[in-house]
């Protein structure tokens, strides 16, 4: 009989992960999460009592299979452009290569982004000597088409600075964007062959509502915030995102990797916590969401735990909404 995987149990206990990017390579599960300190720090809207400093690497033979730390994959002291806070990451695999994308800021306090190599998903990484040009915010999260092209999603408000590039530069006290305006959508730019350059300028992805119309900043159960993931299913590409201020996993679909994309609903409902950051892969024939929430510390929400469960379609591509605690 198949056993039934286990769900809403933390993925590790030993110490606080967040951020969970799930991938599956060489037949393995691979979780590439933040690694989140265990520090007594006042929390604030800019997001500093997140002082994540290393990444670990955790695996899976299977979805029942013990939990593997591979130890420290990356650390911000080997890193020459960084000077704090290595949030959420991602991986990617191509050219015989691995890839860790992860934000960190740099020596003048801003967000950028930046890609370490090595030749096995467990690590440990090299990082380039320079973040990305072109790149700002937070959030990496990379697709590798059916085509072999290569797309970063990145991007997130307040802390993670998507505010301050609303010109194109980086402005430090920008204009408040009313209400009625149009949100701020994730970036999207087309990696370059290489996958440790942007083959072109990042550009804003349109979020709207069923009738075509843009969903709004003060539209906050639907409008982007943070967290962006981008998979496919059926020959649609799906943007699942955090809502941020009301904790939902939300979605849009999209039959084209640049959008615009259609909001369609939730995904996962709040979990204990304020953060909530996902990343959605399949396993064998089913499909999984991976996620995070601060069930280990008893709510303290810079100490987080990952966590898994199984996610399903209805017919028409859409998804069901979980309810993370029943």
């Not at 590798?144 to 092209?149: E, F, M, N, P, S």
């Not at 201020?245 to 084209?256: D, G, L, P, R, W």
């Not at 991976?290 to 591509?317: A, M, Q």
Request: charged share 20%.
């Amino acid at each position: 009989m198949e056993r039934i995987p286990k769900q809403k149990e933390p993925l590790v206990t030993h110490i606080y992960t967040a951020d969970p990017s799930a991938h599956v390579y060489e037949g393995k599960i691979y979780v590439y999460p933040s690694h989140d300190t265990d520090l007594e720090i006042e929390s604030n809207d800019n997001g500093d009592q997140y002082m994540m400093e290393d990444y670990h690497v955790l695996s899976m033979d299977d979805l029942n299979s013990p939990v593997i730390d591979h130890g420290i994959a990356l650390h911000i002291d080997n890193v020459p452009w960084a000077s704090k806070q290595m949030w959420a990451p991602d991986a990617a695999f191509k050219n015989n290569t691995y890839y860790l994308y992860f934000p960190a800021r740099d020596k003048d306090g801003i967000f950028r982004i930046g890609v370490a190599t090595s030749n096995c998903p467990s690590g440990p990484y090299n990082p380039q000597p320079d973040y990305i040009k072109g790149s700002f915010s937070i959030d990496p999260a990379v697709l590798i088409d059916d085509d072999g092209k290569a797309y970063m999603y990145f991007g997130g408000l307040w802390g993670g600075q998507l505010e301050k590039w609303q010109t194109g530069t980086f402005i430090s006290e920008p204009a408040d964007i009313p209400p009625t305006s149009p949100a701020l959508g994730p970036r999207v730019a087309e990696l370059s062959d290489d996958m440790i350059s942007f083959k072109e300028t990042p550009q804003q992805i349109s979020i709207v509502d069923e009738n075509g119309n843009p969903i709004l900043a003060g539209d906050e159960d639907r409008r982007y915030f943070e967290g962006p993931w981008m998979h496919k299913h059926n020959g649609y590409y799906y943007l699942s995102y955090s809502t941020g201020t009301t904790h939902y996993i939300v979605y849009a679909m999209s039959k084209n990797p640049k959008g615009p994309f259609v909001y369609k609903g939730r995904i996962l409902e709040p979990v204990i916590g304020w953060t909530t950051h996902h990343s959605i892969v399949k396993f064998g024939e089913k499909w999984y969401l991976f996620y995070h929430d601060c069930s280990l510390s008893n709510g303290i929400n810079h100490k987080r735990c990952v966590k898994y469960t199984e996610l399903f379609y209805n017919d028409d591509g859409t998804i069901q909404t979980i309810e993370p605690y029943k």
